[in-house]
């Protein structure tokens, strides 16, 4: 059965996360096996969990080909194309060495600066950061889908879409809740957005785990006020209350 392969393989690479790099290696190679052997008959957000952790796995277990790869040829470093001069929409940010900060502000602010690209078609968003979890901190990330765009928002509570059909994010069907608040420490976040004609499929993964993951019609994203961005085509980064670190940002297509 391919969703017990599945499960097999999702088994091995999350005990893959915690272990050495000569150990990792030997239980992603196990968990790529059941992936392999499940994705044909796989289909839905299955199908793209299981593509997007091949992804990750083969960028531990082949590193040099992964390299000349036309897709990461393609890779683009967005955090290196931002001027803070001009693309900050509000609060106030700044550099420190590659990373960006959104500088800690008072509760209820908003600090948000475009990245100057415009996705075209289906993509993929690497993105690492470092955020306090507490009253401040919360991520957020504008990911542009066609004419309009999803916010992906990362709390120490819960994350999720901002809006989804007017519902909020802590009660649309994309929610992920937490029994445990996520630390401080560095994170890996890989987003994948697949558009087919008038649909899109949002697929996320945290540290390696699978994450939020929502399908749905692309109308069905309505605007996630109180948030605001001028260019919804240009993907963006922010936070309430700043105090978080955005490390990497990088950009990629996806066929």
Not at 139 to 157: F, M, N, Q, R, Y
Not at 158 to 164: C, L, M, V, W
Not at 187 to 195: E, F, K, Y
């Amino acid at each position: 059965d391919p969703n017990d392969q599945k499960r097999t393989a999702d088994a091995w690479f999350a005990v893959a996360e915690d272990r050495s790099r000569t150990e990792q290696k030997s239980l992603l190679a196990r968990a790529s096996f059941w992936y392999r052997a499940a994705l044909p008959r796989l289909a839905g957000l299955s199908r793209d969990d299981a593509e997007h952790k091949l992804a990750q796995i083969k960028k531990v277990l082949s590193p040099g080909r992964a390299s000349n790869t036309s897709h990461s040829k393609a890779e683009l470093d967005l955090l290196s194309q931002v001027d803070l001069s001009s693309h900050v929409i509000a609060g106030q940010w700044r550099r420190q060495g590659s990373a960006l900060i959104a500088v800690k502000t008072q509760l209820g602010a908003m600090p948000r600066v475009a990245l100057p690209f415009t996705p075209q078609g289906s993509y993929q968003l690497d993105v690492t950061f470092t955020s306090p979890f507490d009253r401040h901190g919360t991520i957020a990330i504008w990911l542009p889908v066609g004419p309009t765009g999803a916010l992906l928002s990362i709390h120490g509570k819960y994350s999720g879409i901002f809006r989804i059909d007017n519902q909020p994010m802590h009660r649309n069907p994309a929610t992920v809740r937490y029994a445990n608040k996520l630390g401080p420490a560095p994170h890996d976040l890989s987003v994948r957005v697949l558009i087919k004609d008038d649909r899109v499929r949002i697929l996320t993964l945290l540290d390696g785990n699978s994450f939020v993951r929502w399908q749905g019609p692309i109308d069905s994203l309505t605007d996630p006020t109180p948030w605001r961005f001028p260019n919804k085509r240009a993907i963006a980064l922010g936070s309430w209350g700043g105090g978080v670190v955005y490390h990497r940002g990088t950009y990629r297509p996806v066929d």
